[in-house]
Nanobody
Framework: QVQWVESGGGLVQAGGSLRLSCAAS????????MGWFRQAPGKEREFVAA????????QYADSVKGRVAISRDNAKNTMYLQLNSVKPEDTAVYYC?????????????????WGQGTQVTVSS
């Protein structure tokens, strides 16, 4: 059973940076297309970024494009989300997600596996 564990969340001031990690235990991540989603209080879970299995392709939500970078290190079984120039509206629980296939996926229903989430809070 693969476990997906996010880390790196916390409190950050507006304009600051944060790097989130998603580590897989029990199996390599290389066969999985992966992504990041976030959910703010009272709102639906929304797509943030996606990355293909070999990291050759990435996709970003318009709300974060230019401020966020998704990456992965298959040798370390870890995916990352670099958040720059953060805004209070970036405050949410961030989830990593995985799908056992290639390609780019951006719908909540596309993904089969989820981490437990890590809280990011941006103060103004």
């Amino acid at each position: 059973q693969v476990q997906w564990v996010e880390s790196g969340g916390g409190l950050v001031q507006a304009g600051g940076s944060l790097r989130l990690s998603c580590a897989a235990s029990g199996r390599t991540i290389s066969p999985y297309a992966m992504g990041w989603f976030r959910q703010a209080p009272g709102k639906e879970r929304e797509f943030v970024a996606a990355i293909s299995r070999d990291a050759s392709r990435t996709q970003y939500a318009d709300s974060v494009k230019g401020r966020v970078a998704i990456s992965r290190d298959n040798a370390k079984n870890t995916m990352y989300l670099q958040l720059n120039s953060v805004k209070p509206e970036d405050t949410a629980v961030y989830y990593c997600a995985a799908r056992f296939t290639n390609g780019l996926w951006n719908l909540y229903t596309d993904f089969d596996y989820w981490g437990q989430g890590t809280q990011v809070t941006v103060s103004s």
